[in-house]
């Protein structure tokens, strides 16, 4: 046990523990307007207390017993979401929870843990380059799953996240070039093809969407891409968090001291627009400071990669920064215009336990990685019939 806590990434942590004070701090000011959302300051505190005890737990259990037993969780995660896709509670607009008495679970969440292990676990397997038809196409097939479970949650931030962990693990998977720049083009194409498509033909897509019920997803993209055309309510957020934000300078209002944030102006300041909290009452210093935490962690994940010597290791890590990537740049952007408003959540920061939970979860994986990387493969050997198949072909 002492030799394994000396191999813990301590840098890690530590940030952690600063993250866990500064969400303290930026949700107790965001919920200064928000009487209904009195006391999250100290429910986040005994989230990170319990998240600690599942960062810990995690990093004492071998990675590699993930790895055997992905399918298990593919399966579990699959039918949760299945579930919350008939029986969910809703919360704001999204059909995606679970409620245990007074916690609320989001399977959305739990499920980009799981995504990220079953993804990792496959490829990995494989030890070669990837072939498009027998490999690239059907793991995305397998993506495609989940993603539209989610999707019809109208959780579209989370089942995004799912298609960029899908591309982040296919692109350290060994897909081959060619294949790697077919697919940036398309995606290219296809953006670019949405978004002209979404302004040429907007009186057609408002009276499709209209007609599915989903016109809520008309507000989040008319903010985004025609804000001069959007109505009050639709830019309200978005515009408020821009001012907010605009406002706090290069050092801050202050502590309890921003304007707009104090007066209720810019909703959700205690989950979603965490960010916002932080710029006005922190300034651009502030703000900077955050995002060279989230660098430092990042960048310790992929030293971590890097040192590794099994196959999962680092198939596992690059999904799990894929996902932390995705989140802190659509969490930011969305406030500064660079991406339409969705409701993802700011890593370790915003209010939620789930989300906490599940990227906690994450950092004890990879601490895991680093304390049992050099263990027998024999001990948790992939026992899947494919796997075992492709093994005895490489023998051959």
């Known amino acids: 046990m002492l030799s394994h806590l000396k191999k813990i990434d301590w840098t890690i942590v530590i940030i952690l523990c600063f993250f866990m004070v500064a969400s303290i701090l930026l949700i107790h000011s965001g919920i200064q307007s928000d009487p209904i959302m009195a006391g999250s300051d100290k429910t986040m505190l005994l989230y990170y207390m319990l998240g600690f005890v599942v960062l810990f737990g995690t990093a004492f259990i071998n990675y590699k017993l993930f790895i055997k037993y992905h399918w298990i969780l593919f399966a579990a995660g699959l039918l949760l979401l299945l579930y919350v896709a008939f029986f969910g509670d809703v919360i704001n607009g999204a059909k995606g929870w679970i409620s245990l008495g007074p916690v609320n679970v989001q399977p959305a969440e739990v499920f980009k843990f799981i995504l990220i292990l079953s993804l990792a676990a496959i490829v990995a397997a494989k030890q070669r380059e990837l072939f ?4 690239v196409v059907p793991i995305s097939l397998l993506t495609f799953v989940p ?29 081959k070039n060619m294949h790697t720049l077919l697919i940036m083009l398309l995606i290219a194409v296809l953006v670019y ?40 309510d639709a830019t309200y957020h978005t515009n408020n968090a821009k001012l907010a934000i605009a406002s706090g300078g290069l050092f801050g209002k202050g502590f309890l001291s921003g304007a707009y944030v104090q007066s209720g102006f810019v909703p959700y300041t205690y989950s979603d627009s965490i960010i916002v909290v932080a710029a006005e009452e922190f300034g651009f210093l502030g703000v900077s400071v955050i995002l060279f935490l989230y660098f430092i962690i990042v960048h310790r994940l992929i030293t971590i990669a890097l040192e590794c010597k099994s196959s999962e290791g680092p198939v596992i890590i690059v999904g799990i920064v894929s996902m932390l990537l995705y989140q802190i740049f659509e969490n930011i952007g969305m406030f500064i215009g660079l991406m339409p408003l969705t409701g993802i959540t700011l890593p370790f920061l915003s209010f939620g336990g789930s989300s906490l939970l599940i990227n906690m979860a994450c950092m004890g994986v990879v601490l895991s990685i680093r304390l049992y990387d050099e263990e027998p493969e024999e001990l948790f050997m992939n026992t899947h019939p494919t796997y075992l198949m492709e093994q005895k072909e490489r023998s051959l």
């Open 132 to 135: 498009f038809w027998k490999d």
């Open 147 to 175: 993603f539209a479970f989610v999707m019809v949650q109208n959780d579209m931030g989370n089942a995004l996240c799912y298609v960029v962990i899908l591309l982040g693990i296919l692109w350290i998977g060994n897909m």
């Open 193 to 232: 093809g949405g978004i002209k498509s979404y302004i040429g033909f907007h009186d057609e897509i408002t009276s499709f969407l209209t007609d599915i019920d989903k016109e809520h997803w008309l507000d989040r993209f008319d903010a985004w891409l025609l804000p001069d055309e959007a109505s009050k």
